[in-house]
């Protein structure tokens, strides 16, 4: 029986929590396809717009994908646990893994989208790299495809003088990536500080991540720093909020 506060919320929106409730009691399982627009038109006696503003929060969450010309199916996608401390420890990058292994486990995440060159550094990365604004930069830009579902994109800024002629300004960085490099350089990271927000996407960032529309996105900007504080990188990584959980697990 319905209660009185359920019975305040808009149609469209009682639908979508009981489609939601049925796929996570299981009667939907991954990959099946949901009641079209026609079918909760005809079970809930409501317009077509209002069938179709129900899919589109499950779409919003997460939850459920569009396949054109084949409807909306339940989402069979394994959202990636981001283990926020284990990535940045020195053990990881130190012996020849990338960051990045730490949160796939043993499924494949691939780039699909490379870009090393060199610009002016912008006023907000000179103010944090302690750098004279429009000094070089060199920038690595990347995009993460994981199950053929773009999940990241990242840019990293690092002061040009200081990886010059290094494996830094290439695309293949080689084993233990970036920060390996660095500390071949003589600048290994000893600390990092990430700050996370929540926003939604630009249209850009919603293009290059294949995102539906109303989906936020996280953004995370780590800033790596090499003895005596002096900070060498900064990396800001734009996540598909539906496909992370953020993990941070440390002792007390």
């Known amino acids: 029986m319905a209660t009185q506060g359920s019975q305040r919320q808009p149609k469209y929106q009682r639908i979508a929590d009981a489609l939601r409730e049925a796929i996570q009691a299981g009667e939907y399982s991954p990959g099946d396809r949901l009641p079209g627009e026609n079918d909760l038109m005809a079970t809930h006696d409501v317009a077509r717009m209002t069938a179709r503003q129900a899919l589109g929060v499950l779409q919003n969450e997460g939850l459920a994908e569009s396949r054109k010309g084949a409807g909306v199916f ?12 284990q990535r940045l420890s020195r053990e990881q990058w130190g012996s020849g893994r990338s960051i990045w292994a730490a ?20 006023e907000r990365i000179a103010q944090v790299l302690d750098m004279e604004p429009g000094a070089p930069t060199c920038v690595r830009s990347r995009r993460f495809v994981l199950d053929e579902k ?18 830094i300004t290439q695309e293949d960085t080689g084993p233990g990536g970036t920060y390996a490099r660095l500390a071949e350089l ?13 926003r939604m996407p630009s249209q850009e960032e919603a293009s290059r991540l294949n995102l539906a529309l109303g989906t936020p996105v996280i953004m995370i900007c780590r800033t ?6 002096r900070p060498v990188e ?14 941070y697990d440390f002792d007390a």
Request: charged residues 30%; aromatic residues 8%; proline residues 6%.
């Open 224 to 229: 790596a720093f090499a003895d005596e504080g």
């Open 150 to 167: 773009p999940v990241l994109v990242s840019t990293s800024y690092l002061p040009a003088d200081l990886v010059a002629g290094s494996a």
């Open 234 to 247: 900064i990396n800001e990584m734009v996540l598909d909020s539906a496909s992370y959980i953020l993990e």
């Open 103 to 122: 949160d796939i486990d043993d499924r494949t995440l691939v780039v699909d989208q490379m870009q090393v060159f060199e610009v002016e550094a912008p």
């Open 186 to 198: 003589g600048y290994k990271p000893v600390h990092f500080r990430e700050e996370i927000r929540c």
């Open 74 to 85: 339940v989402r069979d996608f394994k959202p990636l646990r981001r283990r926020g401390i």
